[in-house]
């Protein structure tokens, strides 16, 4: 038995560690010019970095109903006409620079937000861009912890990074890839040290990745969230190759419609987790020419608007209806996806080049 001292998030209670730069419960960044509040002492045995119920549990905002302004109960209610409370995690957003954002959301059916994202960007549009997107499995326990730590753990590896190889295009790609491998490396861990070591079913998640660095552009994906380049005058590419049964079914012939509504149409064959068969990421690089749009997406969103060209199409007509703005755009995509059913979490990052 050891004794260790447990800090609480001065934003949501949740637990935290003073190596901790957010919370991984609310989101709120943890500086020194906001110091974690030390918690009581406690007599435990050692375990992973974040207890997940905990987590979970100091999702629920503090503070007054925001249907009718009355006390939010223990139990996550209003008190006076019984709304549940809004968690951070429920719906958030990210914008780094003007030119790059994101929005994930809980959806209408789940009961709670178990995708994830995590972008960072350089000032100058179309310099540098990174966008994550982790999906928790639904069926797997804490999987949103897990997925937001993933996420995270990656965006820092490739903003962190910025290798260029030797100088010629193909060491530089093969330069990027490394990078894109070794921040999967680090989600796993994430993913690993947010699950418990006797967990029945521990925590996964998918995976994909986008690194834009002036005209180049790599993506990596592990399972079916999804990275896509629309460009303004050209024919949409989707980078990413779901790995999944419906995958599967598509490239033996089967009608890409058919397979991706069929009973098994959303188990993936590959993903994050202690019990993950391989988490390196299929990559693919192409150059970047002329203006566009660089989407990261879960299913939430592609589930209704599955193929490039279709989604390339909502994304312009959505991004032309709010004068091209990243985060106004993300918003509207993820309330039309609502507006469809909301039948999963759904997560948006854009990049305007």
């Known amino acids: 038995m050891t004794s260790t001292t447990q800090t609480v998030c001065p934003s949501c209670g949740g637990p935290i560690s003073q190596a901790d ?3 991984e419960a609310c989101g709120a960044e943890l500086t020194p010019a906001t110091p974690a509040t030390p918690a009581i002492d406690t007599d435990t045995e050692p375990t992973v970095e974040l207890n997940p119920a905990a987590a979970r549990g100091a999702e629920a905002a503090p503070g007054p109903c925001r249907s009718c302004g009355g006390t939010i109960g223990p ?22 620079a003007p ?17 994830a994202v995590a972008i960072a960007a350089d000032p100058e549009p179309g310099s540098r861009a990174l966008l994550v997107v982790c999906d928790g499995v639904s069926s797997s326990l804490d999987s949103d912890v897990a997925s937001l730590a993933a996420a995270r753990a990656a965006r820092d590896v ?24 070794a921040a999967a490396d680090a989600a ?18 998918t995976f994909v990745a986008t690194v834009l660095e002036g005209d180049l552009l790599v993506a990596g994906v592990v399972g079916d969230s999804r990275a896509y380049w629309f460009p303004d005058n ?13 995958a599967e079914l598509i490239a033996t012939g089967v009608p890409r419609h058919e397979a991706e509504t069929g009973p098994q149409a959303h188990a993936i064959t590959r993903w994050l987790g202690k019990d993950a068969p391989d988490h390196t990421p299929r990559t693919t690089s192409m150059k970047v020419v002329g203006p566009g749009w660089l989407m990261a997406c879960s299913d939430g969103l592609w589930n209704y608007c599955s193929e490039a060209a279709p989604l390339a199409d909502l994304t ?9 703005d990243p985060l106004a755009t993300a918003s509207a995509l993820v309330d039309w996806a609502n507006a469809q059913g909301g039948q999963d979490n759904i997560t948006v990052a854009l990049a305007r080049i």
């Not at 490739?158 to 491998?181: D, H, Y």
Request: with cysteine; aromatic share 4%; proline share 5%.
């Open 158 to 181: 490739l903003e962190a990074g910025n290798a260029q190889g030797m100088g010629t295009e193909s060491s530089r790609i093969s330069a990027v890839v490394a990078r894109l491998k």
């Open 316 to 324: 312009r007509q959505t991004a032309a209806a709010h004068n091209g």
């Open 234 to 246: 050209a024919e949409a590419v989707a980078l990413t190759v779901d790995d999944s049964w419906a």
């Open 99 to 115: 030119w790059v954002a994101a929005v994930c959301d809980r959806g209408i059916r789940h009961s709670r937000n178990e995708d």
């Open 75 to 96: 139990d996550g209610y209003c008190e006076t006409c019984g709304t549940k409370a809004t968690k951070p995690r429920d719906h958030f957003s990210e914008q780094p």
């Open 188 to 205: 796993s861990d994430a993913v690993l040290a947010n699950t418990s070591p006797d967990s029945p079913n521990p925590a996964s998640c």
């Open 21 to 23: 730069h957010f919370c």
